[in-house]
């Protein structure tokens, strides 16, 4: 096998398990946002809102590919080839279960704010934690694109 394969695999899984992951939790968010509507239509914009937030961790894994691109050449080291697929392998498992675990925090907000409660913000502030992960995951995908020779 070439390195080339190892570090193209990688990128595969990257870009597809954050985009499960991603479209998992905007799934469970619409859903709550459709029996919501039911009981309180006027917050829809809320609705929309929340339910957009588990798909950053689709375009955290398309940009990791941007970051490795530069990287991905006939001839590359098994040394770069395996900075790639780590890198990509963290962010693809941290983009799937924080994409799940953030549709999951999103739908309840969505549920209470659909029940008649003020609870947007502050559901908004308790998403923000699985979304942090995923952007550790960025940046250590930054940092090794860095290192990569």
């Not at 890198?87 to 953030?102: D, K, P």
């Not at 609870?119 to 942090?132: N, S, Y």
Request: glycine share 18%; charged share 5%; hydrophobic share 55%.
């Amino acid at each position: 096998m070439e390195p080339i394969i190892l570090a193209y695999i990688g990128i595969g899984l990257m870009v597809g398990l954050s985009g499960i992951g991603s479209a998992y939790g905007v799934t469970i968010t619409g859903n709550a946002a459709v029996g919501a509507l039911k009981k309180n239509p006027d917050a829809f914009g809320n609705y929309i809102v929340l339910s957009a937030l588990p798909g950053t961790q689709g375009l955290y894994g398309f940009l990791g590919f941007f970051l490795f691109q530069g990287h991905l050449v006939a001839d590359m080291t098994w040394g770069a080839a395996a900075a790639v697929f780590g890198g990509s392998i963290a962010l693809a498992l941290t983009g799937l279960v924080t994409a799940i675990r953030q549709g999951q925090v999103c739908a309840n907000g969505i549920a209470g704010i659909g029940s008649g409660y003020d609870v947007f913000g502050k559901t908004l502030i308790l998403a923000v934690f699985p979304e942090l992960y995923a952007i550790v995951s960025v940046a250590a995908v930054f940092l090794i694109n860095g290192m990569v020779g």
